[in-house]
Each structure stands twice: as C-alpha cells, then as structure tokens.
C-alpha cells in the first residue's frame, strides 16, 4: 500500500498547541509536495499549509498564516503541521496529500492541484 498516515489530532482548549503528524507509507516523502488540508462537513475543503518538494517552499492560508508551521522531518519520512494558538474555528478533520512534479504550493493549497494520494485523516477539536 502507498498512501500518508496522519496522526496527532485530538482535543485541545482554545489557545493550546497540537502537533500532527503525517507518515509516508510505500513511498519517500521527500519526493512529493505535500499538503495539510482540513474539511468541515458542510463546508469547502480548505488548504491549510503546503511545502514543496524541492526547495521546501511553503504556502499558508490565511486563517492559519502565522499560528500553523509546516516542516520536513527527512529522516522520519514525515512532514509535520505544528498549530499553536487553536481557535474554535480550526476544529475539523485533518487529511495529508502529496503529489509528485513541480508546481507552486499556491496552486496546491489551492485546490488546483489534484493529489495522487491522501491519509484517513485526524480529528483535531477545540473546544473549551
């Protein structure tokens, strides 16, 4: 099997961190641009926090820019989406992606991007 494992959701009161963790399983991690997406039933899928493949370029969205940092752990095969500062508004189920080639994570975090493989996603709740 080939596809991203998430873990490091749960609850957390407003203001706290968390730190989620995305694995590859099957494939190296740092071939691929990879993404941190988050969807609330109901609502649009969201692209929260995008890093390329080859010079680690990163994009955030604008409802996280500033709180959430993405990162490349090269020799745990992760990438890793620590959030600081949790509001309400960030609980939803976390999903990672990842997709070969070269584009701008603008475009991935986007949505114009179509990801060739994506984790079961983690829940991340904030709530007081």
């Known amino acids: 099997q080939v596809h991203p494992v998430e873990s490091g959701g749960g609850s957390v009161r407003p203001g706290g961190p968390l730190r989620l963790s995305c694995e590859a399983l099957g494939f190296i991690m740092k071939d691929f641009n990879i993404a941190w997406f988050r969807h609330v039933p109901g609502k649009k899928r969201e692209g929260v926090a995008c890093i390329s493949k080859s010079h680690g370029d990163t994009y955030y969205a604008d409802s996280v820019k500033g709180r959430f940092t993405i990162s490349r752990d090269n020799p745990r095969n992760t990438v890793d989406l620590q959030m600081n500062n949790l509001k309400p508004e960030d609980t939803a189920i976390y999903y990672c992606?990842?997709?070969?080639?070269?584009?701008?994570?603008?475009?991935?975090?986007?949505?114009?991007?179509?990801?060739?493989?994506w984790g079961q996603g983690t829940q991340v709740t904030v709530s007081s």
């Open positions: 992606a990842a997709v070969p080639g070269e584009t701008t994570m603008f475009y991935y975090c986007s949505g114009y991007v179509v990801s060739d493989y």
